[in-house]
T-cell receptor, first 117, second 114 residues
Framework: AQSVTQLDSHVSVSEGTPVLLRCNYS??????LFWYVQHPNKGLQLLLK??????LVKGINGFEAEFKKSETSFHLTKPSAHMSDAAEYFC???????????????FGQGTILTVHP | EPEVTQTPSHQVTQMGQEVILRCVPI?????FYWYRQILGQKVEFLVS????????KSEIFDDQFSVERPDGSNFTLKIRSTKLEDSAMYFC????????????FGEGSWLTVV
């Protein structure tokens, strides 16, 4: 079984300040973890992914996330928010159980990021 | 960059009507998925499809739902008799055959059942 909890439903920051979106996961197997972003009226775009290589993962648009197994966390950060970062962010897990179960993504509830000028 | 495309982007249908949502996955991909997101709720897995058959489905995916890959390029989701609670954003996704590869999503089809 696998699950994802995004600890904040809404995060509000000022432009130029750091962003932290929190995610905790549980997984019966070694997980792969992803962050997707959804801008209004748009599809889900992959920001970054962790697949058991380096624990600090860099993604697009200056985002990065660190996989911490001891804390079962995969928080998303960005040093300086931009207005265009305003969107909904989803933390997603796949348990690497193999076979066709790979690909059944489990989504977190989503975090809406608001960026103020 | 290759992308997953979905049509229609929006559809309004009356309760009890049949709806077909269409998807064109990325051309060399082998695994296909449908997910849905009811307004204000999580994105939920519906079904996965590989080698021309369903490989996994959720409890949401009951007899009212079916999927098909009729011509080697399109991947469709059919809802036979829509209910009000079927109103949601439906996302198609695909991935290549290598373990660890990213799943790519389409922009979604908004279905409103009235």
């Amino acid at each position: 079984a696998q699950s994802v909890t995004q600890l904040d439903s809404h995060v509000s920051v000022s432009e130029g300040t750091p962003v932290l979106l929190r995610c905790n996961y549980s997984s019966s197997y070694s997980p792969s973890l992803f962050w997707y972003v959804q801008h209004p009226n748009k599809g889900l775009q992959l920001l970054l992914k962790y697949t058991s290589a380096a624990t600090l993962v860099k993604g697009i648009n200056g985002f990065e996330a660190e996989f911490k197994k001891s804390e079962t966390s995969f928080h998303l950060t960005k040093p300086s928010a931009h207005m265009s970062d305003a969107a909904e962010y989803f933390c997603v897990v796949i348990s690497n159980a193999g076979g066709t179960s790979y690909g059944k993504l489990t989504f977190g509830q989503g975090t809406i990021l608001t960026v103020h000028p | 960059e290759p992308e997953v495309t979905q049509t229609p982007s929006h559809q309004v249908t009356q309760m009890g009507q049949e709806v077909i949502l269409r998807c064109v996955p990325i051309s060399n991909h082998l695994y296909f998925y449908w997910y849905r997101q009811i307004l204000g709720q999580k994105v939920e897995f519906l079904v996965s499809f590989y080698n021309n058959e369903i490989s996994e489905k959720s409890e949401i995916f009951d007899d009212q739902f079916s999927v098909e890959r009729p011509d080697g390029s399109n991947f469709t989701l059919k809802i036979r008799s829509t209910k009000l609670e079927d109103s949601a954003m439906y996302f198609c996704a695909s991935r290549s055959g290598n373990s660890g590869n990213t799943i790519y999503f389409g922009e979604g089809s908004w279905l409103t059942v009235v």
